[in-house]
Structures are given as C-alpha cells and as structure tokens.
C-alpha cells in the first residue's frame, strides 16, 4: 500500500504532525534516474538554506506522455494502463506544460516560501499519485499488461501534425 505512517516530526517545521512520503519511484526507472532526481532534490534543499540564501523553483511534474516516455513501447502501454487505477491521470504534454509554466512564474513573482518545509509538495502536479492506494511499483507491471492489451480510460489526444519535409 501506498499509506504509511507519518516521519516523526523532528525540526518543528510541520507543526509536530510529522511528514509523509510517498514513495514514486519504480523499477523500470532505473538506478541512474533515481539517483539524478534525489540529487536534484537535495541540490535544491541545500541552494535554498530555510530560504536565506538562493530562490528555488524545483517543482515535480506529472509524468506526461512527452516523446521520451511513448518512443518506448513498454512505457507507453504501461502509461495508459496507469489510469485504470483510479485516481491515477497522465496528462498530455500540452497540459503538463502549461501548468508548469504557471506554477514557475508563481515561483518568481510570489514571496518565496522555506524550501525544507514545503519542498516540493507545494505546487507539485503528481497526477494523483500521492492519492494513490498503491505505489508505482506495485502496479507497474499490471498497469503494462493493461495498456499493452488495449486499455484506455479516455480517447487518445490528436497526434500533432507532422512538421512540413523540405
């Protein structure tokens, strides 16, 4: 299950009620990808210093159907079987992006919040993975065998239309 109990407040900065975590890593991600993003996660910890020393903006997209997840097969049958576990969404690229870009000019016009009690839940666009009654592992292959046997939770967007050959 994707429900665990509360970290143990130690810093004072959640008001004693402890820290949840929601575990999004998978497997199929692979070792390199973990490490780059828990890099990036306390890089972005670290610049910001309980908000004294830089602004940050590291904020966590959805996994968005963008070219380098649907070129590989596996990916993108295991994309649409994701959405068969309620509340589970992958938006399209066009989405993704342009909530992003919203969320990163709030990040540069609004006063800047302490980055090691917020982190990178706020404005975070987890496509209901922290409501989520599984974790990504315990689902991913099952999420595979169902978009590779043709599951879709809604009609697939126009594909965009092929840039004009010279």
């Not at 540069?108 to 975070?124: I, K």
Request: charged fraction near 15%; hydrophobic fraction near 45%.
């Amino acid at each position: 299950p994707n429900a665990r109990a509360p970290v143990p407040p130690d810093d004072g900065y959640d008001g004693g009620r402890g820290r949840c975590v929601c575990d999004g890593l998978a497997t199929l991600q692979g070792p390199n990808y973990a490490l780059a993003k828990t890099a990036q996660q306390w890089r972005a910890a670290m610049l910001s210093d309980g908000g004294r020393c830089a602004r940050v903006s590291s904020l966590m997209a959805p996994g968005a159907r963008t070219a380098s997840m649907v070129h590989v097969a596996t990916l993108s049958a295991a994309l649409h079987g994701l959405e068969a576990f309620e509340p589970l969404h992958v938006p399209s690229v066009t989405v993704a992006a342009g909530v992003m870009a919203l969320l990163l000019v709030a990040d540069l016009l609004l006063p800047q919040s302490d980055f090691a009690s917020v982190g990178h839940t706020r404005g975070a666009v987890h496509g209901g993975a922290w409501r989520c009654a599984f974790t990504a592992e315990s689902i991913g292959w099952t999420a595979y065998a169902l978009g590779a046997l043709g599951y879709r939770a809604r009609p697939l967007p126009p594909a965009p239309p092929a840039p004009p050959q010279a």
